[in-house]
């Protein structure tokens, strides 16, 4: 065990598994308290400050420490801290929350069903799209497509529709006899002289042959992010999710946007598949900027077509005890209403621009392969050589390296891979996102200096 921990430190370290942890640099290491945070600002038990680059986990658009927030979960938890909506039972903020969300979604999206986050909203939504090809006569479309490099969530159905390098394990098993997948829309290493618009042919041509492969009358729905998050930061080409919808409808395949990081004004709109890429899905997952991690809760959002051909006399036999939680539902409300009345999306989308600009300007550091994005969320790629995009080695871990010097500089960037990714809160300001950039630079140069002098670049 780790010597110099905090006692909270140490008692975490003595009892807990964290999520997507490692067990060695775990044992090593212990993990960082965080004790307290104020809009993009977080503090840990030893009173060190750091300005949150990564937005908790591409959740915290509004920002934290909000008094109205807390004011609300209380109201709330006081009125009534909990009621199922199992069956024919529900809740007012439920209720709201429902007909708020129909609001603000694309086309007839319309229906909701509630759920604790975005992985049981992906199971969620791979279940409703079972029960409504079935309802449509449709019994064998049990198959579904997402893409490599797609993180759709930890559960086992979602683990198995996601495919991120590395994910998997041995130890575990994942669903793959109805589960395909396809290319993701990869610019930056997409073949030498090849245009962006070949790029989205050569993947819209894969994705027919792959349904050709299959049989479009075995697959009952499309997974998609509209910019893959976790897998990379992956921009699409603009038509790409739009050509690759027409090809579900061509074919009867449902299309469901996951948009649990690109919901909520991350992208500058509410939803990002309709506002920022012009295809309207047959079902939206979200989650995180739902309540901007006030609270857990996700959903889906789903058409009225669907729920036209799915209704009649019989059961969805699919839901959790916590689906439509009053408290967490009356916290999604507010934190839609404070996007609203503090004009938090056009805010994004000003502060977005800022902050891509001020990320391209890495672009020169030696080791910066490709700086991408698209308004609040970003990343570096670093690189061995930037002329060939060769990668560093994995055991160099330069995205962690990258991540500990911006750590000790007060600044929190995630590693992934060779990537540090970002996606600030929404709320944030024009001198933090300065900070970021200068402080992002400077740990990079950091990280280069030490690569230098170990003889690795
Ligand atoms: N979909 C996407 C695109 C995500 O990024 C995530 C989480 N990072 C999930 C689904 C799963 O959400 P949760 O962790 O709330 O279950």
């Known amino acids: ?119 049981t909203a992906i199971d969620s939504a791979y279940r409703l799209a079972q029960y409504v090809q079935a309802a449509r006569g449709f019994s064998g479309r049990t198959h579904v497509i997402a893409r490599k490099q797609s993180y759709h969530g930890s559960t086992y159905a979602a683990m198995s529709i996601g495919l ?64 893959q998050a976790s897998g990379g930061v992956l921009v699409p080409p603009q038509d790409y999710l739009a050509r690759m919808a027409a090809v579900c409808r061509k074919h009867g395949i449902l299309v469901i946007a996951d948009e649990v990081v ?59 005890t916590y689906s439509g939680h009053p408290v967490a539902c009356a916290a999604a409300l507010k934190n839609i209403e404070i996007i609203e009345n503090e004009d938090i999306l056009a805010r994004a989308t000003r502060a977005g621009a800022l902050f891509q600009e001020g990320l391209r300007s890495l672009s020169d550091l030696p080791i910066v392969g490709d700086v991408r994005g698209h308004t609040l969320i970003g990343c570096v790629e670093n690189v061995a050589d930037k002329a060939t995009k060769r990668a560093f080695p994995d055991e160099v871990d330069i995205g962690r390296r990258v991540t500990h010097a911006a750590e000790a500089r007060g600044l929190m960037v995630r590693p992934l891979g ?11 300001s024009d001198s933090e996102i300065t900070q970021i950039v200068e402080t992002l630079g400077a740990a990079i140069t950091a990280a280069t200096d030490d690569l230098v002098r170990e003889g690795i670049k």
């Open 262 to 320: 690109t919901g909520f004004g991350r992208l500058g709109a509410w939803f990002a598949s309709q506002d920022v890429y012009g295809f309207t899905p047959d079902m939206i997952c979200c989650a995180k900027g739902l309540s901007s991690g006030y609270q857990p809760i996700g959903a889906v959002i789903f058409s009225d077509a669907l729920w036209d051909d799915m209704r009649g006399d019989k059961w969805f036999t699919s839901g959790y």
């Open 1 to 119: 065990m780790t010597q110099d921990l905090s006692p909270l430190a140490a008692m975490d370290q003595a009892h807990a598994l964290h999520p997507w942890t490692h067990f060695d640099s775990f044992e090593t290491e212990g993990a960082v308290v965080l004790t307290r945070g104020e809009g993009v600002w977080l503090w840990d038990d030893a009173g060190r400050k750091y300005l949150d680059a990564v937005g908790g986990l591409w959740c915290t658009n509004i920002g934290l420490g909000r008094a109205d927030m807390a004011q609300a979960i209380a109201d709330q938890a006081l009125k009534l801290a909990f009621t199922s909506t199992f069956v024919d039972i529900t809740n007012a903020p439920a209720a709201r929350l429902a007909g708020k969300l129909a609001e603000l979604a694309p086309g007839d999206l319309n229906r909701v069903h509630f759920t604790t986050g975005g992985s």
């Open 164 to 227: 991120r390098d590395g994910d998997r394990v041995p130890e575990f098993t994942y669903k793959s006899d109805t589960i395909h997948h396809v290319s993701a829309p990869i610019l930056y290493r997409r073949a030498e002289g090849q245009t962006e618009a070949q790029l989205t042919d050569a993947l819209v041509a894969e994705f027919e042959a792959k349904i050709a492969e299959v049989g479009a009358e075995k697959i009952a729905a499309f997974f998609a992010e509209p910019i």
């Open 418 to 428: 060779a990537l540090n990714v970002m996606s600030p809160a929404l709320i944030i």
